[in-house]
Structures are given as C-alpha cells and as structure tokens.
C-alpha cells in the first residue's frame, strides 16, 4: 500500500493493521501537562517595529521562550489568511491526487528535489506512521509538482514569505543572546542565495483506533527554526517540564519551534524541543512545515561568542548536509541524532593519549 490515506479510502479498514500500532501511544496519558500552561506568545509586529522599547520587551520574550519551550506561536506576521488558505487548500488537493500521479514523486533519495511517500523511513521503521508525506526542496532552488495546476505559484508566494518571517524572528533570536542582530543570518547565511529551506506537509487520516498509532513519534527537527500551520485540526504536542502539551493554535497564528542547529550553534542554551504528532478517528488533520537552515555545506558548530570565557563547546562541528543525512537514514527516535554531536572529553582525552603513545613509541 502505498499510503495510509489509500488504505483508510479503501473501505476495508475496520482497525489498525499489526504494523501501525505502537506499543506505548497510550500508556503516557497521565503525561500530559495539565492546562493551563501558557505557551509563548510572539507578535511579529512588534517585534519588527521601530519602537525600542516595545521591540526590546518581545525580544526579551522571544528568548524567554527558546530558553523554556523551544516553541512558540506568532501572532500578526504579515503572511495573509488568504495566502494560507490557499496553501492548505492546494496541499490537500495535492494528496487527493491518485496514487498513479503521487507515484511520480515516490523519490529514494534525501535530496531528491520532490518525495511523496509514506511514514518516515519505511525501509527501516519498526512500526510504520500513521502518516502520509510531501517534501520539496523549496530553497535554494523551487521545485514543485505539476499537479495541481495552481500549486506551484501559491508554493512560489507561501515560501518566501516564510523565509521573511524566519529570517526577523533569527535576527531577534540573535539580540536575545547578547548577539548582533545580523550575527546568525549572516555567520550561517541563511539570508544567501544558498540557504536551505525545504517544505515538509503532513496528512494525517482518520485512524480507526488513534490510542493505537502515530502520525510522528516524539523527536526533534533539523535545521534553526521551523515554521507551521495546520488546517484546523488538532494533533500536536510539545514536551514542556517533562510532561506533554497539547497545542491549540490561535486563529492565523504560526507554531515555531527551535530545531536541533539552533541548539548547535547557541552551544545548548536554546535548546530543540522534543514534538510529537498524535492522530484522530474524526477527521484528517494537515500540517505544513518549512524547515530553515544555512546552505547545505555549512559547518555548524558552536559560536565562538557563546563558548568563550571558559565554557567548553558541547557539540562538535557537522556539515549541514551530512546531519541531514544521518537523520534520514534512521528511524525517528527523540534526539538521537544530535546525541551523536555531543563532545565527549572523555574519549576525545582518551584518544590524544593514545595518539601521544603511538607517536613516543616511535
């Protein structure tokens, strides 16, 4: 079968196949964090204006909530209703599509410039997702499927709009750390003719048993910040405290969150939130996400300004490429990927001394 969306229209499901369900999906209900937990509000307005004082106390906010959620919503960000109206609507014809024309993107490979496919690695996955996928590499080059007809001039409009907004939200992100406003655009070029943006858009269907199956497993995003919107329906949840939030999105808000490059480059002070995706017998529920990132051959590491001063770097350097790389040849579990990235002074200790012995004994 080539998607969960084929197999729910089939009109034989009657319950989760053995391969969707996971063991633990309703064993941590007791998890969640009892509302109400304000999540961080941003008004991108604000934050852009030019009045000091009032762009200085958002500024303070927009770091208070990269240093205790990793996420936040944004409120009048200039992106218009209509704009995302048509986004929403677009994306849900691209997935009404038949399987035959959707087949066209079933891409193998990470960079292929358009994959429409199905959980997340099937290849590897242990349990499969209850999940369906559309991935373009949007920037810095724009790809686009063919169908719908109108697809490509709305995906053209929505991405650089986002770019804009990721963009401003970073140059406040920079001043919250004591940076120049310009210190992560420009170090990481993100704003270059280069930068990576690639457009991640989710279908959930209607799931017959929903305690039973994930749309996305708790894990974390690659790149500095991602930003999305959903067609109304409800399914995220942050880890807040240890425990997980709920999220319900205020009326043409974006939902941001810090991603695993941003935690990188801050040297762990802003951190990437663990997020996971939860799915519904009601209705299908639609997500678009643009994930933003430096050029695809950058090296991310540390900013010397923020592990000077007797703080020892946290993670070592990787090129962009190959975190993306090693994320998309794994199954989605927490932030496995990153962990790879911690600088370990014991081996790393361990290493120079026998390195220092083979030397002496020559």
């Excluded at 500024?59 to 996420?71: Q, R």
């Amino acid at each position: 079968m080539f998607s969960v969306k084929e197999l729910v229209e089939s009109g034989r499901l009657t319950s989760v196949p053995v391969n969707y369900i996971f063991n633990n999906t309703g064993s941590d209900l007791h998890c969640m964090l009892p509302q109400p937990e304000t999540v961080p509000v941003i008004d991108f307005s604000i934050l852009t204006s030019h009045d000091p004082d009032q762009r200085s106390k958002t500024i303070a906010k927009l770091g208070f909530a990269c240093l205790e959620w990793g996420f936040f919503m944004v409120i009048n960000h200039g992106v218009s209703e209509m704009l995302r109206d048509e986004m929403i609507r677009e994306t849900e014809s691209f997935f009404d599509l038949s399987g035959e024309d959707k087949r066209e993107y079933a891409g193998t490979k990470l960079f292929d410039p358009i994959r429409c496919g199905t959980s997340f690695n099937p290849t590897v996955d242990k349990t499969l997702l209850w999940r369906d996928f559309l991935k373009i590499h949007v920037h810095p080059h724009l790809n686009a499927p063919s169908k719908p007809s109108g697809f490509s001039k709305v995906l053209r409009e929505y991405c650089q709009k986002t770019r804009e907004v990721a963009i401003e939200l970073l140059k406040g992100i920079s001043v919250s750390l004591g940076l120049d406003p310009s210190y992560i655009n420009e170090k990481m070029r993100v704003e270059s003719s280069k930068s990576h943006q690639l457009l991640v858009a989710n279908m959930y269907p209607p799931c017959p048993q929903p305690e039973l199956a994930m749309g996305l497993p708790p894990h974390s995003d690659h790149g500095f910040l991602t930003i999305l919107m959903q067609n109304g329906m409800d399914g995220l949840q942050v880890m807040h405290k240890g425990k997980w939030v709920s999220i319900k999105p205020l009326p043409n808000s974006f939902l941001v969150n810090t991603g695993d490059h941003m935690e990188i480059l801050t040297n762990g002070k802003y951190k990437s939130v663990l997020h996971r995706a939860v799915v519904n017998n009601k209705a299908a529920r639609l997500s678009i996400g643009t994930a933003h990132g430096p050029p695809l051959d950058t090296i991310v590491r540390p900013a010397t300004e923020l592990a000077a001063d007797g703080v020892d770097p946290a993670y070592i350097g990787i090129k962009y490429r190959n975190y993306l790389e090693l994320q998309q040849s794994k199954t989605l579990s927490g932030k496995s990927c990153l962990d790879h990235l911690v600088f370990r002074y014991d081996i790393l200790a361990t290493t120079f001394l026998f390195h220092f012995i083979l030397c002496a004994a020559f």
